[in-house]
């Protein structure tokens, strides 16, 4: 991976509403460029003395009607500042979002949301940095511009994706080219498909009905006399015949052919309502499972099943196992079903282009998060280093950081009255450390990790309910 553009930018309040060019060259083509920013350590003015006058002053000249002395609801302050890219002085697009730690990917395939798909071509770029707010007196702000190889590993972004959706190639009510264009309406990035007990649909899946839409994994949910699992990949095993006590033996054949498992609806409800639904296998080895779903179905804030599915993997993450965790819409098309849900959706950290490898892949990595709405980025800085979902981080003091965004998606579940009003560092089943915030937000503090895994959890407001767990994320494990 070649550096094109390595700058840090010290700006202070003279550089509030400038532009400033960084000009730079491709010598050759390159598979990608990614692109880092990052001006975290003074994203907030921490000074209330300054944010105060600067408040008061913004009310009297916006705010006419407004009470000066009312000025910390407007808190807290932030600076902002943004990029855009040129390509040969043509216009790409820009990330005018507020997370000031960002990496972003410019490719033909692939680009990150605010840029046009772009092949990487040799000639002239520049990175136009915008500063569009500077409230403190110094704000280092660095760019890192990186060429990517054919060679090199291709960059991780999280991605939403609904991992449990049926057809008319089982007991869903929609063509698996229905199922797409549906899925676009949502403004899923891909899905996997996943029909009970046949492979049957993926017959469909073809690159034209893909290319107009988009990807689709190749899966199954293998539904049983004790329980439904799903599997991600293009497995043969045969699972019609599996007993309560040799569940073990199946999953081991299905890893070993490269695909991914996870458990279905753990604790749905079983005959008279569910014939098979609900989870009542001998399962001893949990390390053959890469994942549970802790959501299932519309409205899944509101399902105590899904509070027992979360139970239920909060207690084997204390036991020991590496688990990552999704949200299953069980998506059928069918007539019953609510006109305008809310939905839970599953991000995947994926690295490059979306398809049944990728998505085993991270799955597998335990890059997934769950969320009602808001996204986020979570991750811990130790020696120069950052750790993300699924990675094994050492014990002792770290940075946290966390950047939350309500933009995403934000017209999927804006009528449903969510809003993030807290942030919670999950160890070991204990909330360690407890951060307030008002709809998007960057945080950061310093914590202590001890052997066990931790994790994300965001709380806040749904309908006419308060202190509701919005989103969670799987686990970064220390040892």
């Given at each position: 991976?070649?550096?094109?553009?390595?700058?840090?930018?010290?700006?202070?309040?003279?550089?509030?509403?400038?532009?400033?060019?960084?000009?730079?060259?491709?010598e050759k083509p390159y598979k990608a460029l990614r692109i880092l920013t990052?001006?975290?350590?003074?994203?907030?003015?921490?000074?209330?003395?300054?944010?105060?006058?600067?408040?008061?002053?913004?009310?009297?000249?916006?705010?006419?009607?407004?009470?000066?002395?009312?000025?910390?609801?407007?808190?807290?302050?932030?600076?902002?500042?943004?990029?855009?890219?040129?390509?040969?002085?043509?216009?790409?697009?820009?990330?005018?979002?507020?997370?000031?730690?960002?990496?972003?990917?410019?490719?033909?395939?692939?680009?990150?949301?605010?840029?046009?798909?772009?092949?990487?071509?040799?000639?002239?770029?520049?990175?136009?940095?915008?500063?569009?707010?500077?409230?403190?007196?110094?704000?280092?702000?660095?760019?890192?511009?990186?060429?990517?190889?054919?060679?090199?590993?291709?960059?991780?972004?999280?991605?939403?994706?609904?991992?449990?959706?049926?057809?008319?190639?089982?007991?869903?009510?929609?063509?698996?080219?229905?199922?797409?264009?549906?899925?676009?309406?949502?403004?899923?990035?891909?899905?996997?498909?996943?029909?009970?007990?046949?492979?049957?649909?993926?017959?469909?899946?073809?690159?034209?009905?893909?290319?107009?839409?988009?990807?689709?994994?190749?899966?199954?949910?293998?539904?049983?006399?004790?329980?439904?699992?799903?599997?991600?990949?293009?497995?043969?095993?045969?699972?019609?015949?599996?007993?309560?006590?040799?569940?073990?033996?199946?999953?081991?054949?299905?890893?070993?052919?490269?695909?991914?498992?996870?458990?279905?609806?753990?604790?749905?409800?079983?005959?008279?309502?569910?014939?098979?639904?609900?989870?009542?296998?001998?399962?001893?080895?949990?390390?053959?499972?890469?994942?549970?779903?802790?959501?299932?179905?519309?409205?899944?804030?509101?399902?105590?099943?899904?509070?027992?599915?979360?139970?239920?993997?909060?207690?084997?993450?204390?036991?020991?196992?590496?688990?990552?965790?999704?949200?299953?819409?069980?998506?059928?098309?069918?007539?019953?079903?609510?006109?305008?849900?809310?939905?839970?959706?599953?991000?995947?950290?994926?690295?490059?282009?979306?398809?049944?490898?990728?998505?085993?892949?991270?799955?597998?990595?335990?890059?997934?998060?769950?969320?009602?709405?808001?996204?986020?980025?979570?991750?811990?800085?130790?020696?120069?280093?950052?750790?993300?979902?699924?990675?094994?981080?050492?014990?002792?003091?770290?940075?946290?950081?966390?950047?939350?965004?309500?933009?995403?998606r934000r017209q999927c579940w804006q009528d449903f009255g969510i809003q993030?009003?807290?942030?919670?560092?999950?160890?070991?089943?204990?909330?360690?450390?407890?951060?307030?915030?008002?709809?998007?937000?960057?945080?950061?503090?310093?914590?202590?990790?001890?052997?066990?895994?931790?994790?994300?959890?965001?709380?806040?407001?749904?309908?006419?309910?308060?202190?509701?767990?919005?989103?969670?994320?799987?686990?970064?494990?220390?040892?």
């Amino acid at each position: 991976m070649d550096i094109l553009l390595s700058r840090e930018l010290h700006l202070t309040p003279s550089d509030h509403e400038t532009l400033i060019c960084l000009d730079f060259r491709t010598e050759k083509p390159y598979k990608a460029l990614r692109i880092l920013t990052d001006y975290h350590d003074a994203k907030v003015l921490d000074d209330m003395t300054q944010a105060r006058r600067m408040i008061q002053r913004g009310i009297r000249k916006y705010l006419k009607g407004t009470d000066p002395s009312q000025w910390e609801q407007f808190l807290p302050v932030v600076n902002l500042v943004t990029l855009s890219l040129d390509f040969e002085g043509a216009f790409l697009g820009a990330a005018h979002r507020h997370p000031p730690k960002q990496a972003l990917v410019i490719s033909e395939g692939m680009s990150s949301p605010g840029f046009g798909r772009h092949k990487v071509s040799q000639g002239h770029w520049r990175a136009v940095v915008c500063v569009n707010a500077l409230v403190s007196d110094l704000v280092c702000y660095r760019l890192v511009i990186q060429g990517v190889e054919e060679s090199d590993p291709d960059p991780v972004e999280y991605r939403c994706m609904e991992l449990h959706t049926h057809t008319v190639h089982s007991d869903g009510g929609a063509s698996v080219s229905r199922l797409c264009h549906k899925a676009m309406d949502w403004e899923y990035d891909g899905i996997a498909l996943t029909d009970h007990n046949t492979w049957s649909g993926v017959a469909e899946l073809t690159p034209a009905l893909e290319s107009a839409t988009l990807p689709v994994a190749h899966g199954i949910e293998w539904t049983t006399l004790y329980g439904h699992f799903l599997v991600i990949g293009d497995t043969r095993v045969d699972c019609r015949w599996i007993g309560q006590d040799d569940i073990h033996l199946y999953l081991e054949r299905i890893q070993a052919e490269g695909c991914v498992v996870g458990v279905a609806h753990p604790c749905a409800e079983g005959a008279p309502f569910c014939s098979g639904c609900d989870w009542r296998f001998q399962l001893s080895r949990w390390d053959l499972v890469d994942y549970i779903e802790i959501w299932n179905g519309p409205f899944p804030l509101e399902s105590s099943r899904n509070s027992c599915a979360f139970r239920r993997w909060t207690k084997l993450l204390n036991q020991g196992y590496r688990i990552a965790i999704s949200s299953g819409r069980d998506w059928h098309l069918l007539g019953k079903e609510p006109q305008h849900p809310h939905l839970g959706v599953t991000y995947l950290g994926i690295s490059g282009s979306i398809h049944t490898g990728t998505v085993q892949e991270a799955l597998r990595a335990g890059r997934s998060y769950v969320t009602a709405g808001p996204t986020f980025e979570f991750t811990f800085q130790k020696e120069e280093r950052a750790y993300g979902l699924g990675e094994t981080i050492s014990p002792g003091s770290c940075l946290l950081l966390v950047q939350v965004n309500e933009d995403s998606r934000r017209q999927c579940w804006q009528d449903f009255g969510i809003q993030t009003k807290q942030v919670r560092l999950i160890h070991n089943g204990e909330a360690i450390l407890t951060k307030d915030c008002n709809g998007s937000a960057v945080l950061s503090d310093l914590v202590e990790l001890s052997p066990g895994w931790t994790r994300l959890e965001l709380y806040g407001d749904y309908r006419e309910q308060t202190d509701v767990m919005l989103a969670c994320s799987s686990p970064i494990y220390v040892e």
